[in-house]
T-cell receptor
Framework: KAGVTQTPRYLIKTRGQQVTLSCSPI?????VSWYQQTPGQGLQFLFE???????NKGNFPGRFSGRQFSNSRSEMNVSTLELGDSALYLC?????????????FGQGTRLTVV | DQQVKQNSPSLSVQEGRISILNCDYT??????FLWYKKYPAEGPTFLIS?????DKNEDGRFTVFLNKSAKHLSLHIVPSQPGDSAVYFC????????????FGQGTTLQVKP
């Protein structure tokens, strides 16, 4: 069974640009969550999608957005990039995000904003 | 407001001995707790979880203990192996909301041969 796949693995962008990251969940998993990891703030929850709807949202500005497709694949978008957006962005999938089941993470996308 | 805290940034143990990693939480609505292991530039790997209806869960060398009254959980690794050297995160979620995990800051475990 394939794991969670995130693309691309590495990305370098310039301040002010926008970026789109992709996540393919484990087959059969319908909940996809996104997290940002930085040295100073640790792992922080961005948002969760289930059945193409945003179900939970963390405390990030509106520049961070996401969506989920009918096949459960998800994308997150960051507009007007700032230097502070440099981070490891992680996607996690779980069966439905409701029952007490574990979430499995992808390898992450390392975003560097210059 | 740090709802999940791992107060020890690092821990060093000898191979073969027990490693004990600790985690405290403040939100009494948290119902489900997980431990993840993470290597640099990789995603976290799930280790073990525990529901609030239990106070202990074992899986091989890993055991998680939950003390609800103290809002404290711990991960025991016995025996510790050099390959266990990594950053360990505890995470918590509210009942029926496991799509949103709140993470501690992590503890770096070093197991010396």
């Amino acid at each position: 069974k394939a794991g969670v796949t995130q693309t691309p693995r590495y990305l370098i962008k310039t301040r002010g640009q926008q970026v789109t990251l992709s996540c393919s969940p484990i087959s059969g998993h319908r909940s996809v969550s996104w997290y940002q990891q930085t040295p100073g703030q640790g792992l922080q929850f961005l948002f969760e999608y289930f059945s193409e709807t945003q179900r939970n949202k963390g405390n990030f500005p509106g520049r961070f957005s996401g969506r989920q497709f009918s096949n459960s694949r998800s994308e997150m978008n960051v507009s007007t990039l700032e230097l502070g957006d440099s981070a490891l962005y992680l996607c996690a999938s779980s069966l439905d995000g409701r029952e007490n089941t574990e979430a499995f993470f992808g390898q992450g996308t390392r975003l560097t904003v210059v | 407001d740090q709802q999940v805290k791992q107060n020890s940034p690092s821990l060093s143990v000898q191979e073969g001995r027990i490693s004990i990693l600790n985690c405290d939480y403040t939100n009494s609505m948290f119902d489900y707790f997980l431990w993840y292991k993470k290597y640099p530039a990789e995603g976290p790997t799930f280790l073990i979880s525990i529901s609030s209806i239990k106070d202990k869960n074992e899986d091989g060398r890993f055991t998680v203990f939950l003390n609800k009254s103290a809002k404290h959980l711990s991960l025991h690794i016995v025996p510790s192996q050099p390959g266990d050297s990594a950053v360990y995160f505890c995470a918590a979620s509210r009942a029926g909301n496991t799509g949103k995990l709140i993470f501690g800051q992590g503890t770096t475990l070093q197991v010396k041969p």
